[in-house]
């Protein structure tokens, strides 16, 4: 299996160890990151982004805990190394882009290679050419002041890429820009991992950002809180069984990046119980979830939430409506706790259940909701896939082309409608059953 490219280990970072004002800015972060990912470290200002990317970039040492890059300590190298590796491994986009005001932009470009043994015509003409790349090659002669901040962000990419670095770091870099510009800056830092298959790390607390990262790390007051995958790109970090499962949940957690996680698994129970609710139903619908899940409510006190007309603060439905959310709800919720015993390894669940068994009451409580007879093979088989899914082995896209294969290829031979809504169902089982969060 491949090797992180950068490995974190409890890192802790201090500023002003042992004086008055020291301060924590980060605390026991373990990150795993891959040639090639783009990642990005989210979360609101002060929380030790920054700090974070810095202290990857060689110029911050861990107080406590370990740091390796390539397998490397790089702040075990002789001050030449490290140089070197700040200078070749990394390439680096501010926020404020850092130009140096009274040299030209090509000159700009050009001075992280001066200490390069290539001559100063080799290093222009390498200059120029990522100047044209990156849509600014018309304006090398110019000084920076003359260009728009998009330009100058793009004029930091070119210089950034000089010396071809394996990794590219970028420090909220369209945090100064306009909708525009921030657009051609994300499109070309997008372009440097997809084409040129650069790693990059990115600072940032823009929300409309995650979809273009493999991974997302949520930091909050010097922790890793949650680590999201991004279910829309293929992802490189290989998946371990066990560690990482694409779900609802982190679809949500992408929308509603400041949620916590009880917030979204009220999301998306209310998403499914919700057909054609008015704003205010749904507002109180996920109020009532919200105490259900948390066991703050029994059964019979949700459904009377439920029934309550809306001026006493309920969610107004019919006794019947409210008596089926509830049965759902309350199967959901029983079956993610299965999902959850599963997933907490073999050596906790195992004195009561047997992974096993686990999976093959999950998959017999979905032929149960969705009424399917299923022959011997085909119980064996929808007892395979649930586990897979359940692991993270299979996606929901995997599941469901399984669950419609043939017997004999270890499918269940379900019609594309049947196995739509299982899956459906299961999704939202699992949701309930899996934190955002693999660290558990
Ligand atoms: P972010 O990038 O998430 O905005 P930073 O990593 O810049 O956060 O900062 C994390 C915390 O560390 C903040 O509370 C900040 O005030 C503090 N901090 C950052 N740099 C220093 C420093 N050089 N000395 C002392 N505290 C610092």
Do not use: W
């Amino acid at each position: 299996m491949a090797k992180p490219l950068i490995v974190a280990r409890d890192l802790s970072i201090i500023y002003n160890q042992g004086k008055q004002n020291e301060f924590k800015a980060l605390s026991g972060v373990s990150t795993d990151i891959f040639e090639g990912e783009y990642i990005i470290l989210f979360g609101p200002s002060g929380c030790g982004k920054s700090t974070l990317m810095y202290s990857i970039q060689g110029s911050l040492p861990p107080g406590e805990g370990t740091l390796l890059i390539r397998g490397d300590d790089v702040y075990a190298y002789p001050p030449a190394d490290r140089v070197y590796f700040q200078r070749h491994v990394m390439g680096i986009i501010f926020q404020q882009f850092n130009l140096i005001p009274s040299l030209s932009v090509l000159d700009n470009v050009a001075l992280p290679m001066i200490f390069c043994d290539e001559d100063k015509a080799t290093r222009n003409r390498r200059s120029q050419t990522l100047l044209d790349r990156f849509g600014v090659g018309q304006v090398s002669h110019k000084i920076p002041a003359m260009l728009s901040g998009g330009q100058q962000q793009r004029v930091s990419v070119s210089r950034s890429m000089v010396n071809d670095p394996k990794i590219l770091l970028a420090d909220e870099p369209t945090g100064n820009l306009d909708s525009v510009s921030t657009q051609q800056v994300m499109d070309k830092i997008d372009e440097i991992n997809t084409f040129d298959r650069r790693t990059i790390i990115m600072v940032s607390h823009n929300a409309a950002h995650l979809s273009y990262a493999h991974r997302v790390y949520y930091l909050k007051d010097g922790k890793v809180v949650r680590e999201v995958v991004n279910p829309q790109r293929k992802q490189i970090k290989p998946v371990k069984e066990g560690e990482t499962i694409v779900t609802e949940l982190e679809q949500l957690a992408r929308l509603f990046p400041y949620d916590s996680i009880e917030t979204l698994r009220v999301k998306s129970l209310v998403n499914y119980l919700t057909q054609d609710f008015t704003f205010d139903q749904i507002v109180r619908l996920e109020r009532s979830t919200g105490f259900f899940i948390q066991g703050k409510m029994d059964r019979d006190a949700y459904i009377k939430s439920l029934i309550l007309p809306l001026e006493k603060g309920g969610v107004q439905v019919e006794e019947k409506e409210a008596r089926r959310m509830a049965s759902i709800a309350t199967k959901m919720i029983d079956n993610s706790d299965d999902i959850r015993r599963y997933r907490a390894r073999k050596d906790n669940a195992g004195i009561f259940f047997s992974q096993h068994k686990l999976a093959e009451r999950l998959s017999e409580h979905l032929a149960e909701v969705y009424r399917i007879k299923l022959s011997k093979e085909q119980r064996e088989n929808m007892t395979e896939v649930v586990a897979d899914r359940v692991t993270g082995v299979i996606d929901e896209d995997e599941m469901n082309e399984r669950m419609m294969q043939g017997i004999r290829a270890g499918g269940l031979a379900l019609s594309e409608r049947e196995a739509d809504d299982l899956s459906r169902y299961f999704e939202k089982v699992i949701a309930q059953g899996v934190d955002v969060s693999y660290k558990n």
